[in-house]
């Protein structure tokens, strides 16, 4: 038996006046009270460590304890990934790319999932509701929220390329011009080298390339495609500058208002106002997926149009026609030239589409109270 455990059973068995029972108590206090001091110190010089950590090694020992405390190894995940559900849009739950708005009660929105709600609201004739609280929400009642999208900005983000983390302001720089792992092709592309690869391998295979000492009879297989393509652009704006010497121009801005037909299933339909050009009265009409029964289900969505000519005309009217975006609109339109002879039996042309370069596009014209765009109409003069 040990010394302590000797001490105790004396102090036990004495009497509880006598010397020998006071030596006793005495010892077992002495020895908790070693053993709580001992555990203390082990808890100073553990939690001194981890300040030591946090602060440094050549950080001053008189200087005062800091309050923040080293972050547990896999906390700083578990917080972004909190900020990812806290800041993600409530339509499609991924994190906003460019503007988010929100509705009145504070629910976030990307850009792209709001304006698909107000388009498919104007397509079902219905208010357009936030997906969380069934506010209403427009272009008028949402406003942005600045904070959130310079919060998400500064939110870590892995590059597609070599995996590292970047914030996300800075992501779209790094992964067009510094990431070493980005997609790039060779500067002989041109004159048909398909080589793509890793930037860091440019430089390899550009030593190696084969495609500058092509033969001339190669490389002129080379430019006449190229020819041909360039020939494609140039006739637009060679056919828009000669339309432009024409005598007898005109041009009109003109509006396009929502409308819904009579019919057991209505659908929604675009219509201007008459509006006078050339003398003549005319109007504008546009439907959405040339009609479609049910467009709100469909994920492409386009528009198309037709001129009607709402004057009667004493002898033919041939005129070339064309719709550009209007002067307060950030619409995407590639301009096309149209061609019809009016008469009084012929006096609406067929729908062509209006050359909107995406659905994405088309959503951002149905999303907006009325469309504004510019109609130019050249009268060619036998």
Request: glycine share 6%.
């Amino acid at each position: 038996m040990s010394s302590m455990e000797e001490r105790v059973e004396v102090g036990v068995a004495a009497a509880p006046g006598s010397s020998s029972a006071g030596l006793g108590v005495g010892a077992v206090g002495g020895a908790l009270e070693a053993v709580a001091v001992g555990a203390g110190l082990a808890g100073i010089q553990e939690e001194a460590g981890v300040r030591r950590e946090v602060s440094g090694p050549e950080s001053d020992p008189d200087a005062p304890p800091k309050k923040r405390v080293r972050l547990l190894e896999g906390e700083s995940g578990k917080l972004e990934e909190r900020l990812y559900s806290v800041l993600c849009c409530t339509v499609c739950l991924d994190l906003p790319k460019a503007s988010v708005y929100q509705c009145t009660n504070g629910h976030l929105m990307c850009a792209g999932c709001f304006i698909h709600l107000l388009a498919d609201s104007r397509l079902k004739e219905e208010q357009a509701t936030c997906p969380n609280c069934r506010c209403e929400i427009s272009k008028s009642l949402c406003c942005r929220n600045l904070a959130v999208e310079k919060a998400v900005s500064e939110l870590p983000c892995d590059c597609g390329f070599c995996l590292k983390q970047f914030p996300r302001s800075g992501l779209e720089r790094h992964q067009k011009e510094e990431c070493q792992d980005r997609v790039t092709q060779c500067k002989y592309k041109r004159i048909g080298c398909p080589w793509q690869g890793p930037f860091h391998e440019l430089t390899a295979h550009e030593a190696e390339c084969c495609h500058p000492t092509k033969t001339g009879n190669e490389l002129m297989g080379i430019l006449d495609e190229m020819d041909q393509s360039h020939r494609k652009e140039m006739q637009l704006y060679n056919s828009v500058f000669s339309l432009l010497c024409f005598e007898k121009i005109g041009f009109t801005e003109v509006q396009f208002r929502p409308y819904r037909t009579d019919d057991f299933i209505t659908r929604l339909y675009y219509e201007t106002p008459r509006f006078t050009v050339l003398n003549q009265t005319w109007v504008l009409k546009a439907r959405v997926n040339d009609s479609e029964r049910n467009p709100n289900l469909s994920c492409k969505r386009t528009l198309s149009f037709q001129l009607i000519l709402k004057s009667k005309v004493n002898s033919a009217l041939e005129c070339s026609f064309l719709l550009l975006k209007g002067p307060y609109d950030d619409v995407k339109i590639k301009p096309v030239i149209n061609h019809h002879v009016f008469s009084n039996d012929t006096n609406e042309t067929e729908y062509v589409p209006l050359p909107i370069i995406d659905s994405v596009e088309c959503n951002k014209l149905l999303a907006a109270k009325n469309i504004n765009l510019r109609l130019f109409i050249f009268q060619i003069q036998k």
